[in-house]
């Protein structure tokens, strides 16, 4: 039987959604829609809007609630509350679904509703679901990653072009590659969001205190330094790192400087990039575009798929010691 | 319950995916082993081995047949058999599994066990999964790819260190990059094995007469266009296509001159990378170890872990045709 979806929030990526799920097979379409403002004109019919969240959360009818609002609080309430109703969540907010990481990991273990949050990380790269089967079986060592696209697309200015931090970060905005605030962008905020995500789905550990992590912006270095490393053929790039080491998870956001041997170094614009050195399958690495309606879209759409599969999360447990077979 | 696999070959990829499985949690274990030489003296107890292929095939109490063998025929032998009896069954052999692409298409509608074979493209890197989950909600205009990372070996070995193409082999031998036959590897053919699995995966459409197709040996290119290439920037390698045009599926295996704005120039050694264009999420790249005992048993036992949890291809149908939603 076709399911029965109520959305939350009408912005880019959900336009995206939308969009791909026109053109989807998936049975499955769009109930209700609920946004601040209701009386907004908007191209699709009236109708399908609401400005109160009961009006989706407590509908029998709707079986999976998809919240793609940029609202940290709304988003927490929306999803908990989902999730306490029996309904399959699929969510993009990276800040709540980072800062509520412990919260999160314990919903996975009580809800018997999945939730599912492909587009919180990484852009259109199905990246949370090749950890959570192809890696499952695997030890990871460390995760490096290009997670911020208007970063990666400022920097690509800067050292291809020869534009300055500020003349990079408008072109950025113009874009639309920039969020709503470009600080969380600039300042690592946003990958760090992103790779605490990730270091749960890998590593299986929850980072309870973000303020005590290493982040620092691309602001911390001098625009001479650009060009100092271009001339020794370098490169800068903003990177996440998540690694086990002496069995504590470390986790950061900085600038590096980087050779052309890196598997990051040709990434480039608005492209992200995750490298994951697993103990079987030794590195591999993901590459797509970190944002954008449609590619953004594209993820939560395969969540979407996800959820109508049956997927869920599943706990990771340790990996290594022998088994007895064959 | 345990499940019970039956393994045919024991050669290195096979030994990846034992020792893969013995630090894996998965619930299976291996009972039998179907080489050609049981006699052989080996690591593993002499009990667990036979060169009767009816043992594996005809015992009730093997759930999964695992086909690692690298003989084309007793692989085809093995698959069908073991389809037909119900079996869930694993082939990494690319070049049964591409000569017979179309049977291929039919196993898969007719025989309700399933039939998986992620480790037959790209080594390491799950391709196959990312087609039929992440990519089955979008059309795929063009697949590029890097598919063997011998050849890849031996053009870096050119290219970075001077080698002449018979040293680099000489060399990607010794590594154990090339394959029993580096007949295969050198002209292309391997490679078009593996990109008219991944074309079926992506475009639904099965070749039937692979000898139409264009297939070019790296050997055609002489010594000296290599220094040419490197002192314009460029590089040469190997590229499968696979795309539609004017509504037909073209696919080829040709040496071609890249420049450093091509997502498969900073592909080096062993590694495989493909670039995926999909109408929503763009191009994404995945690289990965395209060779090697442990990677590619870890793709074996992805594909594994894919059968316990009930996962089967599915046939992929057209899309991009608006749906009545919202």
Redesign the interface.
């Known amino acids: 039987m076709s399911k029965s979806i109520g959305l939350f929030g009408f912005g880019e990526v959900a336009r995206g959604f ?1 969009q ?7 049975d ?4 209700k ?1 609920c946004i601040k403002d209701a009386a907004k004109p908007r191209d ?1 019919d009236q109708s ?1 809007f609401t400005s109160d969240p009961t009006v989706l959360l407590n509908d029998p009818d709707i079986d999976i609630i998809v919240e793609l609002t940029d609202d940290t609080e709304i988003s927490y309430e929306v999803v908990k509350q989902a999730l306490t109703n029996g309904k399959a969540t699929i969510s993009a907010n990276k800040k709540m679904i980072a800062e509520n990481i412990s919260e999160v990991s314990h919903w996975h273990q009580t809800y018997s509703a999945p939730f599912i949050y492909e587009a919180s990380v990484g852009g ?3 990246i949370l ?2 950890l959570e ?2 890696f ?4 990871i060592h460390e995760i490096r990653a290009i997670l911020n696209g208007s970063t990666n697309y400022i920097l690509t200015q800067m050292q291809k072009n020869g534009l300055s931090l500020d003349e990079a970060l408008i072109l950025a905005q113009e874009k639309g590659f920039a969020e709503s605030d470009p600080e969380q962008d600039i300042s690592g905020r946003d990958a760090l969001y992103k790779i605490i995500i990730l270091s749960y789905h890998a590593f299986g550990e929850t980072i309870g205190n973000l303020d005590q992590l290493r982040v620092e912006s691309i602001t911390n270095m001098e625009d001479h330094f650009y060009d100092l490393a271009k001339a020794q053929g370098l490169k800068i790039k903003s990177i996440a790192t998540a690694k086990r080491k002496n069995g504590k998870l470390s986790v950061k956001v900085q600038p590096e400087l980087i050779s ?1 041997d890196d ?1 990051l ?2 990434i480039e614009h608005e492209n992200n990039a995750i490298v994951i050195d ?12 970190g944002a ?1 309606s ?2 953004t ?3 939560v ?2 969540d979407l ?2 959820v109508l599969s049956g997927f869920r999360y599943g706990a990771r ?1 340790s ?8």
């Open positions: 939308y791909a799920l026109q053109s989807s097979q998936l499955a379409s769009i109930k829609i699709l399908f259109s790269i199905p679901q090749n089967q192809f499952k079986q695997q030890e052309q598997e170094f040709g697993g103990n079987l399958s030794g590195k591999q690495v993901y590459t797509g575009k954008g449609l590619p879209g594209a993820a759409l395969n798929s996800l447990k990996i290594g010691g022998l088994k007895k077979s064959a």
